[in-house]
């Protein structure tokens, strides 16, 4: 749905936006982190391959974390951060200056790792949508995320997207203290916020989109 | 109504206040006035900086300017940031421990931040002292797993060459026959013993013997293949299992170990030159069962023992066949 053109500015918009969230996690757990996203994808959910590895996060059974924050107004929504559970752990160890890069098989997610959880995926995720917002000077309005532990199946992969048809995936990777921790940010946009966004983006390539 | 929502307000069990966009103190709560030991009266007016320090960071600043002029909310966990409203003075600010929420408010064409404030404390020493309950589990159940692997090994290896003993090389025997007899294969049991260790004990002294038996130990390992096991009996006697293609294999290994202890042993100074006596039964030529096997490979050991040491020979029914 993206063109390389499209895609290279997205990925870039995207990269300065949570380049800022990353400072400011940075300062909040007083070690450097680095946020990355390699790769930003506007999709159909139908089209997703089963056999790219990037989104086994949907298709292998196991417990997710997953925070999501409702945003509206002129530019519509739900954002979703996501990582299997180990993977949040490993995070919230990170934050809290735990350093084991390995966690034991019977970890458990504790009420302390959930808070620091939904608060990096607040500031992830307000970045995010609120430079959004900004790049496409409409007013938005957005609640505090809501986070869960989930148990995906196989075969539930459309419930966790809650059936939106087009989303932009943005593959996100924390580095801090040598640990890679892989999550992913999905955008579940409104056809006309797609809209949107598309005009933009092509109003600045000086493109023109039909 | 208003009165209702004073009175909720006052009895609230988390603290709430607004700012306006200058920062001034609009509403300052009863769970604050208790906390703090502040009364609204006192804190309305006056800026939120000065009423709570710890706002003067850029970082709790820029949360608020996101709130009044972006409309972000924000959530602020009590295990990165600790507090954020201290306590009346006297007490003890380190052990607080609060989560803070910033809302945005509007009023006609004014934005304000609402501050909501919840006392983790409680919830937080909980997770401390769970975590660390987890932590001495997870050490306890490493320390009790080591400990069951050594007991386990200590149970299966001789002590001083870290050989597999008897126990082990019985099982080992007795595992090898039942594969062997389903994949037609052959083995060798091989019963080695040291010529004359009596007298290097007697002439050496026991720390020294213990270093030969120790050697002895390294040479065996190094010439046998990997696929076959060495195991100390106990004193001078090692037993040897190895798989054959054909039992001729087995006079090969034992020239081999022959040939290792052509070289003389260097310990402390002292030169000693050791031979070994090799006893060997086949399976499944001279029988089936582990023990069996073990007493004619220690029947041909005798026999070679008896004409003259330091040789190997193939367990005969009636006879050792001598090399």
Redesign the interface.
Known sequence: MLNELQKDLLTELVNVYVGQAANMLSEIVDRHIVLNIPDVELISFSDVDRKDRRYNIFFNEGHLFRSSLQFGYEFQGKAFLMFPAEQAKILANMCLGELTETIPENFRLMDTDLDVLKEVSNVLLNAIIGEFGNFLELKLEYVLPDIELIHGTHSDPEILLQNEVYVLVLHTSFLLAETDVKGIIIIALSMSSISILLDKIDALLGAGHE | MNNLLSQALKKANIGMLIVDRQLKVVLWNGWLERFTGKNAEEVIGLNLLEVCPRFKSS?YQ?ILQ?ALY????????????KAFILPREGEDEYIFRQ?M?V?PLYLEDHSYALIQITD?TN??TR?YK??NL?KEL?TEYTTIKKSARMSKHLSLHDVLTGLPNRLAYNDRLAWSISNAQRHDSKLAVMFVDADGFKQVNDTYGHDVGDQVLMEMAKRFRETIPSTDMVARLGGDEFTILSHLQNDQEAITIAKKLDAAFSTHFKIAGNHINLSISIGISLFPTHGQEPSELLRYADQAMYTIKKNGKNGYGIYEPEHVEEF
Do not use: D, Y
């Open positions: 970082m820029n996101n972006h409309g972000q909310s924000r959530f602020c966990s009590s295990a990165l940031h989560n929420h809302e983790m919830t937080n997770v769970l975590k987890i997870e």
